[in-house]
């Protein structure tokens, strides 16, 4: 799956109403690709005012689209969510349950590593924000189901299997694997695909 730059990805426009709103739209849709272009860069808490150089707007003109950088920050995490999340829930194809949760792997490897920057920049930034706490839930709750989607109801009773599963699925044990112990993608895959491999191995069909 080729990586993604979200902010290269077409924005929403309204060009139906007349030239001023379009240019408005304009704007805004230029402040949010900033955001996109300075977190997929490295700048994970970019400042208004680096946000406006890099739109090419004034300062002002960002605050009078957004009332504030929360408010910003939620229109950013929508347009993330909406490229990815209907990768998220694509159905897995595979004659059993094992094999399902085995091909899963590279594709929610993938997601993780496009969304990674973007995940870094809300958890910074959560514990100010009603917003990002609700969105980080939700987002953790539904990489939970699509993994509990996968599993049959023997293995969803075996509470321990079912967690041990979900954490070695999670976006946490990616980013560690990725950047905490410095693995390539390819080397990372392979110890997801290993740690799933020994213990579905155990577990009964």
């Known amino acids: 799956m080729a990586s993604a730059n979200f902010s290269t990805l077409p924005l929403p426009s309204d060009t139906s109403g007349d030239g001023r709103r379009a240019r408005s739209r304009t704007s805004r849709d230029k402040i949010v690709a900033a955001v996109l272009h300075l977190i997929e860069g490295g700048d994970l808490s970019p400042s208004a005012a680096r946000v406006a150089e890099v739109a090419g707007v004034g300062l002002r003109s960002v605050f009078r689209h957004f009332d504030d950088m929360d408010s910003l920050y939620q229109e950013v995490s929508e347009r993330v969510s909406a490229q990815v999340m209907p990768l998220l829930r694509e159905?897995?194809?595979?004659?059993?349950?094992?094999?399902?949760?085995?091909?899963?792997?590279?594709?929610?490897?993938?997601?993780?590593?496009?969304?990674?920057?973007?995940?870094?920049?809300?958890?910074?930034?959560?514990?100010?924000?009603?917003?990002?706490?609700?969105?980080?839930?939700?987002?953790?709750?539904?990489?939970?189901?699509?993994?509990?989607?996968?599993?049959?109801?023997?293995?969803?009773?075996?509470?321990?299997?079912?967690?041990?599963?979900?954490?070695?699925?999670?976006?946490?044990?990616?980013?560690?694997?990725?950047?905490?112990?410095?693995?390539?993608?390819?080397?990372?895959?392979?110890?997801?695909?290993?740690?799933?491999?020994?213990?579905?191995?155990?577990?009964?069909?």
């Open 91 to 205: 159905a897995v194809i595979g004659a059993t349950w094992k094999e399902r949760l085995v091909r899963i792997v590279e594709r929610r490897t993938s997601i993780f590593e496009r969304i990674h920057p973007f995940r870094l920049s809300a958890s910074l930034k959560r514990f100010r924000s009603a917003f990002l706490t609700e969105e980080y839930r939700r987002t953790l709750e539904l990489e939970a189901a699509t993994v509990e989607a996968l599993l049959p109801p023997h293995i969803l009773a075996d509470q321990v299997s079912t967690r041990s599963i979900k954490v070695i699925l999670s976006f946490q044990n990616w980013h560690a694997l990725r950047f905490e112990q410095d693995l390539s993608i390819q080397e990372a895959r392979e110890v997801v695909s290993r740690l799933l491999g020994d213990i579905i191995s155990k577990l009964a069909d």
